[in-house]
Structures are given as structure tokens and as C-alpha cells.
């Protein structure tokens, strides 16, 4: 139910991110290019390229868990910041969101609307800017190079995630 | 025998649903207009304070995107009328959010709102609003407004010279329609680096309670501070959250979020607020009672009851009034689409069982509920609705009346 919540929802039309009275964004890991969501959509649209869209939340444990011991991982790091655009919303942040339909609605509105429950949560958009799957709680190194090899060797054009990674 | 065992737990169910049920609503008022393509309301912002009741009426405020850019509006129901007066927009600049709105006497209101990066403070009357006066110095948002015998304070975040800062400011009512700021001054005059976040504002008998988000212990706790004598400082902030886990290397607590703040009684606080202690399960309502104006809490109480504790929950708003009540309301999509529920002190004095009124359930999307109670106990309710997520919304207004023994 929760996943064809998310989907409900038409998180590619997300097309500009204004912040408000400059709040920081709420600590993505180190080293990685994430951007307001803003960015990540044109940029991603603009170049074609999958994106990864991670919901986190400011001191949330399994986030800090995984930039230590998985986003510190050196070939994942080449390979999400060269092949994906990266995106981060922080679940509890008052900055605004504009929908391409009108509506602007707080980063925490947004993450409630998109049923997302806990973080991190990572959702996984194709270069065609359709979201794939969604991933919540901590994932490996291991993990995250599958959902990265699956979507940049466009396994998802052929078979579902989960077939995917029973091959591995 | 299975079915009458059935029949007999169908009973207790509904015997539990009843003694919660407090309240009797009335049929449904619509705030706004039927809903329109594109046009969005938000009930949103510190307290989630955006309905509030004179003896003679009810307003209800919030900002949509009417006229193409985001503006605040607030409209009128006399009690002796059966429908709101067209709206008023209350906002003049390019954009502007996240309303709050208190009552005064003589069927006036109090309301603040953010506009284009300050806060500002306007009175409402019978004959319509008052000029704004700016609160705010340097970029500001996140505002509250709260009063008592006319004596208004108004809470926001306020950033200078990179640190974040909570101020609150005392406001005198000049004439009918026009506020004096009479002081203003920070929480903490230092400020701090990290941000601190929607702060709540309730004044009583005892003095003033501010409750906000600080993120300065490298997670965000809820810190609520109290003041007796605005000519004096703050007390230093003392945390209202009191559960820490702690589980791991990594693990600083849980989170927690938006906060709502009510006076009842003499000289207590109602505070309400999400809180992630549950785990995977999302936000639960959590609250705690505070006594001399939340200078002393109690220990955190969980509002929402057991068949919502596996669901996560949004959107606290509290109220209550002198004569004692105090009540929360909250949305969460248990039911699949999103409702409204509703949980006040039951008379073994624990938080009832969780309650959807009628009018604020149901089909399509009910949520952002705010709430106000009057003198008599009549519980005043507003929400939005949409018929699907992200489709075009509508407000409501319903009041409940409290059930008689």
C-alpha cells in the first residue's frame, strides 16, 4: 500500500525548490553531490541521467550508520556522483517545495504526502525520470551497487528489481 | 461460538468508540468554496494555530494560491449565521505563509503571518483588518500568536549575522485595529549556530511558554523554555521529549517534530507533538502537561491509542480552554485515506480512545486539523479536504458540542 501511495504522487513534477530563510539542508553524506530536489529534477532532466532521491531526517541514526560504514564505500561513490544526479529532502524541514501543478508545500508535507514512514528512504528514478522502486532503512554496499547496476544497465527495461538481484 | 465471540468483541468495540466520542458534531460549514482546479489551502505552521472563537464568532485563517502566488485569508462565522463572510486576503506581498491566529475581545482576532521573509502581526474586526505591523528585524519565519485579556505575544525564528535566533515579542492593542510592539527579545540573546525550528507560543495566569525544534545536540529535541515577567529573561530551555535511545554509536534519539502548545486551566500547558520513539512505525502523537505556565512538565504521555500504534500520525494541533478541558487532533491514513481523529482525557484521566468525527472522516482526504475550544466546551474544528492527495483542496469548519452524561 505504501509503495502505490508513493507512486500516486507525481514526485518527477517537482520542479523548483525555494528555500526559506535559508535553512541548511539537513545533512546528506560527505562527498556526495546531492542538491535540493529542485536542482536534481533539471539537472537529471536536463542531462538524462537516473536520479537518486533520499529522504533522510537531521540526526537520524541508520542515516548516520550508512554515511560511515556504506556512503564511505570509494566505487560508490564513483558511481552514484558520476552516473546519477542526487537529491536530498530532509523529512522534518520547513523549506518550501513548488509542484509543477502550483502547489508549494513544505519538505515535511511533502515526505507525510509521499507516505514516507522512515529513513533513510531512497528512491530510485529511471534517466526517463520514473520513479523504479523505493528502498527504506539501512541498505549495504553491496545493495546499493545492485540498485545502481540494475538502473545504469537498464536491467529495468527487462525484469523486475527483485529477479534482478536473485541473479547476483 | 466463534460468532458470538465475534459479536461480543463488536460490542466492547463500540462501547470503547463511545466513551471517547466527547463531542457531537454538527453538520459540516464550508470555509472556502467548492474546490477549484489548482487552487491549494494550507493549514500549516508553528502550533497549528489557524482557528479561534470570540463569543460571538469563529474565524478561520490559511493561505492558498488563489491568486496565483501564495497569500493568507482568513474569514468569519458569526454563530448567529449560518456561513463564513467572504474571504479577506490579510497578506499583500509576493508570498506569504504559515498563519496564526488568536482571539481578543470584542469579536476581534489577533494574526500573524510570514510575508516575503518577515513576520507580521494585524488585527481582525467586524469591520475588517487593521495595517500590519512588522515584527521582524532580519529574515524571519515560523511565527505564533497567543493572547489573554488582550494582552497578545507573538513567538518566530528571526536569523542575524548566521545564527538563529527565538524571539518573542509583547504586543499592545492601540486603539481598536493596530498593534504597538511594546518589547521584543530572544529566548536565548546568544542564538545559536543550528537551526532552530517552528516554535509554540501559550500565555496564561502564570506567565508564557515557548516549545520549538533545536537541532544543536546534533539531532532535534523539543526544548521548551518559560517566562513570568516578559521585563525578565527566559528560563534557561529545558527539554519536553524525554526519551533518548541511544542504541548505538550513531544513535543520538529519535525524532521528533512540530510541536503545539495550549493553555488550560488556571495556569497549565497542553504540549503535543510527533514523535519517532515507536521506531518503524512513524510518528506517534506524544504530549505532556505542564504546570505554571510549562515551567514544570510532567512526565511524555502517548495520545493516540492502541489501534493507531502501528500507524505513523501527523499534524498535532491542541487546544483547551480556562474551564479545565484540554484536547488533541491529529490526521493519519490508518483507514487508508487520510481522517481526522481526535483523543481528550477520558474520566479515569487517561488519554481516550482515538476518536474520527463523522463530519472529518471518510471518503477522500481529511487532514491538518485545527482546533479551538470555547468556554462552554465546545470543541471547534477545521481541516481540509481533498478528494485525492494532491488534488484541489476545500476548507471545513465543524463544532462539536460535548455530549451530555
Not at chain 1, 534517466?127 to 522502486?133: C, I, R, S, T
Not at chain 2, 476581534?108 to 505591523?133: H, K, N, Y
Not at chain 2, 528571526?158 to 545564527?163: A, I, L, Y
Request: some cysteine.
Amino acid at each position: 500500500m505504501l509503495q502505490s501511495s508513493f507512486f500516486q504522487l507525481p514526485l518527477a513534477c517537482v520542479v523548483l525548490l525555494i528555500s526559506s530563510v535559508g535553512t541548511l539542508l539537513a545533512a546528506p553524506p560527505e562527498g556526495y553531490r546531492f542538491l535540493s530536489l529542485t536542482e536534481a529534477t533539471q539537472l537529471a532532466s536536463s542531462e538524462n541521467k537516473p536520479m537518486l532521491l533520499y529522504f533522510g531526517r537531521y540526526g537520524c541514526s541508520t542515516c548516520r550508520k550508512m554515511h560511515a560504514e556504506v556512503f564511505n564505500d570509494a566505487s560508490l561513490n564513483v558511481k552514484f556522483n558520476d552516473a546519477f544526479v542526487l537529491a536530498y529532502v530532509d523529512t522534518e524541514s520547513g523549506d518550501r517545495i513548488s509542484l509543477a501543478n502550483g502547489e508549494r508545500i513544505t519538505e515535511m508535507q511533502f515526505a507525510s504526502r509521499s507516505r514516507i514512514i522512515g529513513t533513510p528512504t531512497f528512491i530510485f528514478f529511471s534517466p526517463e525520470q520514473k520513479p523504479l522502486f523505493k528502498k527504506a532503512g539501512f541498505q549495504t554496499i553491496a545493495q546499493m551497487n545492485q540498485y545502481g547496476d540494475y538502473i545504469l544497465e537498464k536491467h529495468y527495461q527487462s525484469m523486475p528489481l527483485q529477479e534482478f538481484m536473485a541473479g547476483q | 461460538m466463534k460468532l458470538r465471540f465475534a459479536g461480543l468483541w463488536l460490542v466492547l468495540i463500540v462501547c470503547q468508540s463511545q466513551a471517547s466520542d466527547r463531542w457531537v458534531f454538527d453538520d459540516r460549514t464550508a470555509v472556502t468554496g467548492a474546490a477549484q482546479d489548482r487552487v491549494y489551502h494550507h493549514l500549516d505552521g508553528s502550533g497549528r494555530k489557524h482557528i479561534a472563537v470570540t463569543r460571538q464568532s469563529v474565524a478561520a485563517v490559511w493561505e492558498d494560491n488563489r491568486s496565483q502566488t501564495p497569500q493568507i485569508y482568513v474569514a468569519l462565522k458569526s454563530f448567529s449565521s449560518d456561513r463564513f463572510t467572504a474571504p479577506l486576503q490579510v497578506s499583500n506581498g509576493s508570498e506569504a505563509y504559515e498563519p496564526s491566529i488568536a482571539a481578543l475581545s470584542d469579536n476581534r482576532f489577533a494574526l500573524a503571518f510570514e510575508q516575503d521573509a518577515s513576520v507580521f502581526a494585524r488585527i481582525l474586526t467586524a469591520e475588517g483588518l487593521g495595517a500590519p505591523t512588522r515584527l521582524s528585524q532580519h529574515a524571519a519565519s515560523h511565527v505564533s500568536i497567543t493572547s489573554l485579556n488582550d494582552q497578545v505575544f507573538a513567538s518566530w525564528r528571526e536569523r542575524d549575522s548566521g545564527r538563529w535566533f527565538l524571539k518573542v515579542a509583547a504586543l499592545r492593542v492601540e486603539g481598536t485595529n493596530r498593534f504597538i510592539v511594546e518589547s521584543v527579545q530572544s529566548v536565548e540573546p546568544e542564538g545559536q549556530e543550528t537551526a532552530l525550528l517552528f516554535p509554540a507560543i501559550a500565555v496564561n495566569a502564570a506567565g508564557l511558554c515557548v516549545a520549538w525544534e533545536d537541532r544543536r545536540a546534533g539531532h532535534t529535541r523539543l526544548l521548551v523554555s518559560h517566562n513570568a515577567d516578559m521585563s525578565k529573561p527566559f528560563n534557561a530551555p529545558q527539554s519536553l521529549n524525554e526519551f533518548f535511545s541511544n542504541r548505538n554509536e550513531y544513535d543520538m534519539g529519535n525524532g521528533v517534530t512540530r510541536v503545539s502548545l495550549a493553555s488550560f486551566g488556571e495556569d497549565e500547558i497542553l504540549a503535543a507533538w510527533m514523535d519517532k520513539r515507536r521506531g518503524g512505525n512513524g510518528y506517534g502523537i506524544f504530549a505532556a502537561l505542564g504546570a505554571d505556565a510549562g515551567e514544570n512538565f510532567g512526565p511524555n504521555e502517548k495520545v493516540h491509542g492502541e489501534q493507531g500504534d502501528r500507524q505513523p500520525h501527523y499534524n498535532p494541533a491542541t487546544a483547551g480552554n480556562q474551564a479545565g478541558d484540554f484536547v488533541v487532533a491529529w490526521d493519519d491514513f490508518r483507514r487508508a485515506d487520510s481522517d481526522i481523529w481526535i483523543s481528550a482525557y477520558n474520566a479515569d484521566l487517561e488519554w481516550s480512545q482515538d476518536h474520527a468525527p463523522s463530519v472529518a472522516s471518510g471518503r477522500g482526504e481529511q487532514s491538518h486539523p485545527s482546533i479551538a475550544l470555547d468556554e462552554q466546551g465546545n470543541l471547534h474544528l477545521l481541516w481540509i479536504e481533498r478528494s485525492q492527495q494532491d488534488g484541489p483542496s476545500r476548507l471545513w469548519y465543524s463544532p462539536g458540542r460535548p455530549r451530555k452524561p
